[in-house]
């Protein structure tokens, strides 16, 4: 048997000896608990792409107001947190209640093509490039919008010289919009080079207001201005997203 001082000094020994030969092997194994990390310190994931605005404005003239039609180009942006399915819309420009409505069926297509519970994350869409326009509403982004969407949550950036203007409705296919004509001119002068749009939609009346068969012949009418456009009619966002994401 050890004496009480022969223990203690056999111990110290012991110690001494084990803390030498880690040193030696670089082997201590010191587990720690595991600790995930917050929701707040994931990143955050963006996707954006082009939207098709058509605008009407007054001029003043002596014989009265005059207004004049004419489309532009902006973009959205959509960024993606960690969340419990909040679809949020920044107020610069003015965003009005169909424009709103859109953003939320554009989320929940877009989820379900990523194959991600929309519940999980929280959704914010800004505009940018707005062109001093001071109100958007309509839900001709939609299409639009669940591209940027998909593109924020599969982390696969667009193709820009893709644009596209259409609806969107809960079952992915895309609806009908107005001022088809004006829209496309838009995106020839933005640089497009493939302009997606609805079903029937291929063909656009100069009459803002006719969004039906007949009028002129778009990818006709944009090459003979000297735009190399291909305007291409897409039933559903399955038929977008490969010229997006190809």
Not at 148 to 165: D, F, G, I, M, R
Not at 187 to 202: H, M, N, Y
Request: proline share 6%; hydrophobic share 40%.
């Amino acid at each position: 048997m050890f004496g009480q001082k022969s223990k203690w000094t056999l111990i110290a020994a012991l110690l001494a000896l084990l803390l030498a030969s880690t040193a030696t092997c670089g082997c201590l194994n010191i587990k720690l608990p595991f600790q995930s990390p917050s929701p707040s310190a994931q990143p955050s994931m963006v996707g954006s792409t082009h939207i098709l605005n058509l605008y009407v404005q007054e001029l003043a003239s002596p014989s009265g107001g005059e207004l004049i039609t004419g489309g532009s180009v902006s973009n959205v942006v959509v960024t993606v947190e960690p969340g419990n399915g909040n679809v949020l819309v920044t107020t610069s420009p003015r965003i009005g209640y169909d424009w709103s409505a859109a953003a939320k069926v554009a989320v929940a297509v877009a989820a379900k093509k990523a194959n991600v519970d929309p519940n999980s994350y929280n959704f914010l869409f800004t505009i940018t490039n707005a062109h001093e326009m001071s109100t958007l509403d309509g839900p001709s982004a939609g299409a639009a919008m669940t591209i940027a969407t998909y593109s924020a949550l599969t982390k696969k950036p667009t193709n820009s010289s893709v644009y596209e203007t259409g609806t969107i409705n809960p079952d992915g296919t895309i609806g009908q919009i107005g001022g088809v004509y004006f829209k496309a001119v838009a995106a020839a002068k933005d640089g497009a080079k493939v302009l997606l749009v609805p079903p029937t939609q291929s063909y656009g009346d100069k009459d803002p207001y006719q969004n039906g068969l007949g009028g002129v012949n778009l990818q006709n009418e944009l090459r003979q201005s000297g735009f190399d456009v291909r305007v291409v009619e897409v039933h559903n966002i399955d038929e977008a997203l490969p010229y997006y994401f190809s």
